[in-house]
């Protein structure tokens, strides 16, 4: 681990050279690589700066309890070899964690998808609710949310909401939401007091870009029709709304928010790149499928992964088999807890399999 950790600090120092070149400040593409590069071992390179001037003082220290000291000298000395070990190990666990395999996509911008799936009108309705939850939530992150595409149901929810979050880190906090999302409560369509189950799905999606996947102008097609609203009632004369089909693959975007044409053909296309690349990391991860699953699931969306109790103003994520009684909470956007506890349980799983 300490010859890792010194090969990442020599690259560390060694980018801090290539930055103050005026070469590199003159190259826009090699300033923005080096200056990433940089900025992602910056947290371990602190560390392990932190944990060998920590190694030093401890081994002072135990060099100083080996002279002949008077007693309250050696309680002080004692008590500093104590605090030092302690916070050596506690460093040790942290680069640990440093040196985790990162996901390559977890910096990008997410594209989430969120469907009303089994209990129709409700289903709609609580799909409605969970995108005010992660709008919220990127709120609190100071993210930039932006719709791609709703379609609403005739009472208000949606049958399915597209959405975009910008902000570094949105997949490393967000790449745990795709799956089914279940509650449980009495619909304010139910007269007779009855709870029922609904289920709404959740996509989350690393946003691809350009260079992530190449599309040509000879395999799509492009079809533009006037936007709708709830229940299907045109609410644009314009042919604004554009329908992306990628013909290879059978793919198809559709982007209606804006009212510019060319505004949501560029939209349309920004999901389709996502959702092929997505497609194309489902097909690379089934290759492993006999591989034993994580402790935080598959992340696929037919996935029961959160129920949401109403009645009893409960939360359990069943991947970790973590229950929270804070439900007002929950869906006013305060996911960090379980987010957080998520991603713990990954990284356990990771240093479990030794990787």
């Known amino acids: 681990m300490l010859d890792r950790l010194q090969s990442l600090a020599d690259r560390y120092e060694k980018l801090s050279e290539l930055l103050c070149d005026p070469d590199v400040a003159n190259d826009t593409k090699k300033l923005r690589d080096y200056s990433k590069e940089q900025s992602d071992l910056q947290p371990a390179y602190e560390a392990y700066t932190e944990y060998k001037r920590v190694i030093e003082e401890l081994d002072a220290a135990k060099a100083m309890q080996a002279e002949k000291l008077d007693d309250e000298m050696r309680e002080m000395v004692k008590m500093e070899i104590e605090e030092l070990s302690a916070r050596m190990h506690e460093l040790e666990e942290e680069i640990r964690i440093l040196l985790l395999p990162k996901d390559p996509n977890d910096d990008k911008n997410v594209i989430v998808e969120i469907r009303g799936a089994a209990g129709g009108d409700e289903a709609a309705l609580f799909a409605a609710d ?40 949105a997949y490393s906090r967000m790449k745990y939401e795709s799956g089914a999302h279940r509650v449980q ?90 959702r092929i690349m997505d497609m194309m990391r489902q097909e690379e991860e089934a290759k492993y499928a006999g591989e034993r699953k994580s402790k935080v699931g598959t992340g696929d969306r037919s996935e029961r992964i959160r129920t949401y109790n109403f009645p009893q103003s409960r939360v359990t994520d069943h991947r970790i088999g973590l229950t929270l009684h804070k439900l007002d909470q929950v869906m006013n956007g305060e996911i960090e807890e379980i987010v957080s506890a998520l991603t713990i349980a990954e990284q356990a799983e990771l240093m479990d399999k030794g990787e």
């Open 185 to 274: 409560r009495i619909p304010a369509t139910e007269s007779g007091g009855r709870i029922h189950t609904s289920t709404s799905t959740v996509a989350v999606m690393p946003e691809a870009e350009e260079v992530d996947v190449e599309i040509l102008d000879k395999d799509i097609r492009v079809d533009t029709f006037c936007s709708s609203g709830a229940g299907g009632q045109s609410v644009n004369t314009t042919k604004s709304a554009v329908r992306v089909t990628h013909i290879p693959t059978g793919i198809v975007a559709t982007c209606q928010d804006g009212k510019s044409q060319n505004s949501n053909k560029d939209k349309a296309l920004q999901v389709l790149r996502t």
């Open 130 to 169: 969970l995108y005010r939850m992660y709008t919220r939530f990127a709120d609190s992150q100071g993210w930039r949310v932006e719709v791609m595409d709703v379609n609403e149901s005739d009472l208000g929810g949606f049958k399915e909401v597209i959405f975009m979050i910008n902000g570094r880190g």
